[in-house]
T-cell receptor, first 113, second 111 residues
């Protein structure tokens, strides 16, 4: 299995609180992605990174921010969590940015109450 | 995503039966990707289709691309419990590295 770890795996938080999810890779891949998965919507891209300190918005970026200060870590932050952000979050990594070569993490189940 | 409709949303079949999952795009496809997700795990890439009429197989799973209809179908022959999971189609609309995913099909195979 590719060296990609998401933490935490499960989290319950209250509305209005900040939350940070971490994606850590040991593969030295250049590209990292954050997706959210919701019933009926499949996977939707939140943000992605194409290098250290290089990030860009995806399809559903409102309410989320990201940071990548090191190649191995890609952080997803919900500044003020809302119930609509209850979801399963997946991180993915890719060496050359080709989706067919992307490895996905095991997901983080976030519940905002 | 409304750009990519996947059907059915869920499917329960008896072991040994064949089944088909469809994925239809409202926009012209550059490429169509199929993934499988085991419950609670990440995605596993199955196959990619780019040319109209193209057909690919992965073990007992076959996918076809109908370019005219902007549609792909995934067919599983003689389903097994190991086929259970969520199948997702992903569409690429250009040569970039972004995919739009369908809503997924949750497959259960009853022994």
């Amino acid at each position: 299995d590719a060296g990609i770890t998401q933490s935490p795996r499960h989290k319950v938080t209250e509305t209005g609180t900040p939350v940070t999810l971490r994606c850590h890779q040991t593969e030295n891949h250049r590209y990292m992605y954050w997706y959210r998965q919701d019933p009926g919507h499949g996977l939707r891209l939140i943000h992605y990174s194409y290098g250290v300190k290089d990030t860009d918005k995806g399809e559903v970026s409102d309410g989320y921010s990201v940071s990548r200060s090191k190649t191995e870590d890609f952080l997803l932050t919900l500044e003020s969590a809302t119930s609509s952000q209850t979801s399963v979050y997946f991180c993915a990594i890719s060496e050359r940015g080709r989706v067919t070569e992307a490895f996905f993490g095991q997901g983080t189940r976030l519940t905002v109450v | 995503s409304q750009e990519l409709e996947q059907s059915p949303q869920s499917l329960i079949v008896q072991e040994g039966k064949n089944l088909t999952i469809n994925c239809t795009s409202s926009k012209t496809l550059y490429g169509l990707y199929w993934y499988k997700q085991k419950y609670g795990e990440g995605l596993i890439f199955l196959m990619m289709l780019q040319k109209g009429g193209e057909e690919k197989s992965h073990e007992k799973i076959t996918a076809k691309l109908d370019e005219k209809k902007q549609q792909s179908s995934l067919h599983i022959t003689a389903s097994q419990p190991s086929h259970a999971g969520i199948y997702l189609c992903g569409a690429a609309y250009n040569a970039g590295n972004m995919l739009t995913f369908g809503g997924g099909t949750r497959l259960m195979v009853k022994p």
